[in-house]
């Protein structure tokens, strides 16, 4: 219910006359798109889809002229870049197939604005459960749950290590 409709109680010890209140009702109504704005979205799309293919011809129309000019002035200090297609993404592993020393430095490459994985470290001594740190010159700084200074522990002695959270 709205918080300006009036209602009258459902129960009463002794019940009273009172008039009907009017509710009040919906003024306006939104309609999602029918079938001819649908088909004149998709002409619109195909239109935008025709022109890009078209200036992509044309950059490498221009591209290829620009070479064509170069090679015919032959001037050594001028150099025409070409732009790449796409940035290529280095592909990931999957934390399980990942090795020991390759999990170390995924925790400690991540990004500052991500937060740090809470880890089950399970080492030649015992375990422990913390935040990996940092990685320097094969001794990893741990900080535990459990112990209030950071651990260094050299990446020889860790088994493996599973997250527990992010």
């Known amino acids: 219910m709205s918080n300006k409709q009036k209602t009258t109680p459902l129960m009463y010890i002794v019940q009273p006359e009172y008039n009907d209140v009017r509710a009040q009702m919906q003024a306006f109504v939104v309609k999602k798109p029918g079938k001819e704005e649908k088909s004149i979205q998709v002409e619109n799309k195909t239109q935008v889809e025709n022109t890009v293919e078209e200036l992509s011809i044309r950059e490498a129309k221009e591209a290829e002229n620009d070479l064509e000019i170069a090679k015919q002035n032959e001037e050594p ?51 422990y459960r913390g935040v990996i740190m940092a990685e320097q010159n094969g001794i990893v700084t741990i900080r535990s749950l459990n112990e209030p200074k950071p651990l260094n522990i050299p990446l020889e002695n860790i088994k493996g290590i599973d997250v527990l959270g992010f």
Do not use: D, H, W, Y
């Not at 740090?116 to 470290?121: D, H, N, P, T, V």
């Open 77 to 127: 200090e001028r150099k025409i870049e070409e732009k790449p297609s796409r940035r290529q993404r280095k592909k990931r592993k999957p934390l399980s197939k990942m090795s020991i020393a390759e999990k170390v430095e995924f925790f400690t490459t991540m990004p500052k604005n991500m937060a740090k994985s809470l880890c089950f470290i399970k080492t030649i001594e015992g375990s």
